[in-house]
């Protein structure tokens, strides 16, 4: 990846006089808008240098934080039982484990992002990004947006919907029995204003601690992206849990393992056994079918298409194609600069996914909100008092709008809500196969609005993220270095091409891989697997760099170099 | 006549390539401006320095550890009365 580390045009650097006018200029920013709350808002100090952070304590920040997260999913407090699920095609890959202080993950984070970057990519908001006092603006208005985000999220879960059920008084009466049924823990929603601030509390305190853990990677203490190194870090622990777990949990099948293989071998094992006993009986395939097909827990299903998703993606990852370059001061032989075919790594799906995971929050919240709220319907009530000929009219047009859930009658520490009309349902995922098949209508607007969200992405993003053809050609260009065979001119002209070939046929590939596991009724965790496995190879990438950069000073380099560095001194 | 110029022609078309090319060149992203922000295949933040209260990351991570370890705290007061007072 070029790093470019002069401006383009050295005019508007930071002394220039028309830079000068620029700051004076009487026209409102955007921008300006955070300046009050700059000085408040806590900033990660950057490392003295990046000598002065040691290989060694970067990798203990690393897996110090990653064990944090992973440990930090615990259930909130006051929540007696939470409702069925409506997010659960996403929790995988946002690491927004139900019920617990994860409850959004890093979704308000990756949204905030993208948002703010996708703004000043098409130039939508007035950012000079020459100047250091400027990004440093933009970073605080990424920040703040992204705590303020956590907060209204949690704010309309906590109090606009009867998701969580708190518990009446302060202490005594949580039920912690994760296999209870819940049926004596309902209590008068509207009436326990406190335990719902307490939920809301923790949430967004969380949250905040949330930024500021990804601030902490993002800024050269880890070694790559903090979001995107949690998200992985999550998808592994989630998956390795769900392949081997011992523990077991009642569903409504009765206890059951929560490893997929550990289960299988207990079925595997009854079966052998009622093979030589008359008296126990064993429903051997039923049991491998509900194991295909548990919704409660992960299950063989997700585990193997999740395997086959890795093994294409261990061999698609590799894909490159090779550009020869060469220098044109020193002769040497011509080396070869990759572009790989995932060229974006695994944002595009990050951000089609975040962008049906906020379209899902804002369905669910304003069909609660409209019809188990007393503001809300008091307020559907006054909008068909305005129209009071065509109140039936009005209220299906509020019904096509915000949409209807209906949650399974499975066990309810494990249903699922299911969006089942309104136009939001379209962008839906189909539950399974045959759902796929018997609503065409929902299947192709969910592939095509999956897709073209991917394409978005994959074609303005090199814009924006100073990877295009022409940033790859001005640092050539400042480096002496031309691909053999082309002319100084073509050469932006001949990466752009190269690079939105492999944008756009990379993406296509994400997006297959995304509707097909979605169609599968895997419920995300696939597609998760997916994003992991590109986010670890973009780790690996950058740490071994860094391990190399270190020069074996490092404990780890001793540890993985083996027998000849330990011993060969 | 021959103070003002002649609207059109080809000093107008090298103006509005000019324009063109100047608005195309300003950077539209940190890391376009040679700083460091987020790149093709990540999505980075938080890479600059802005000027607000500056924290030590080990304190972050000792307020988080100390936030979580507040919530087990809670937890576990509320199951130790819960069974003193059923």
Sequence with gaps: MPIINVPHHPSTSISSPTNQKYHTMAKFRLLDLVKPFQHGLPEIENPVSKAHLSFDDRMLYSIGIAIFFVFSQLPIYSVTSVNSDPFYQFRPLFAAERGTLDEFGLLPIITAGFFWQFLSGFRLINVNFNVKSDRGYFQSLQKLTAIFLGGVYAFALVFLTDYYNPTSKFAGAIDYNISSTTADAVVNVSSNIGEKFLIWFQLFVYNFLLTMIVEILDKDYGFTSGSLFLIGANVSVTFMTGVIDFTTIKTGKGYEYRGVFIQLFIIVKNAFGSLFSSSSKSNFFYEIVHLFNRSSLVNLKQVLFGVIAATLLFYLQAFHQAVPIKSKQIKTQAQSYPVKLFFNGALPIIFAYSVLFNLKIFSYVSYKFLNFTTLGSSLIAIVIAQFESSSSLVQSIIKLIVGEFSSDSFNPTFSKAYQTSGIASYFQAPTSFTGAILNPINTVVYSASLAGLIMFFALSWTKMSGSSGKDVADFFSKQNITILGKRDANVAHYFNKIINNACISGGLILAALAVIFDFLGCQGLPTALVVSILIIFNFLESFFTELQQSGGSSLYNTAFGGQDKLFGQ | ?86
């Design chain 2, 1 to 86: 006549m021959s103070s003002s110029a002649v609207p059109g022609g080809a000093r107008t078309l090298a103006k509005r390539r000019n324009a063109k090319d100047k608005a195309s060149s300003t950077p539209n992203s940190a890391r376009s401006a040679g700083a460091n922000g987020s790149s093709a295949a990540m999505l980075k933040l938080f890479t600059d320095e802005a000027d607000g209260l500056n924290v030590d990351p080990l304190v972050v991570l000792f307020l988080s550890v100390g936030f979580i370890f507040s919530v087990i705290a809670l937890h576990v007061i509320a199951k130790i009365t819960g069974k003193l007072t059923a």
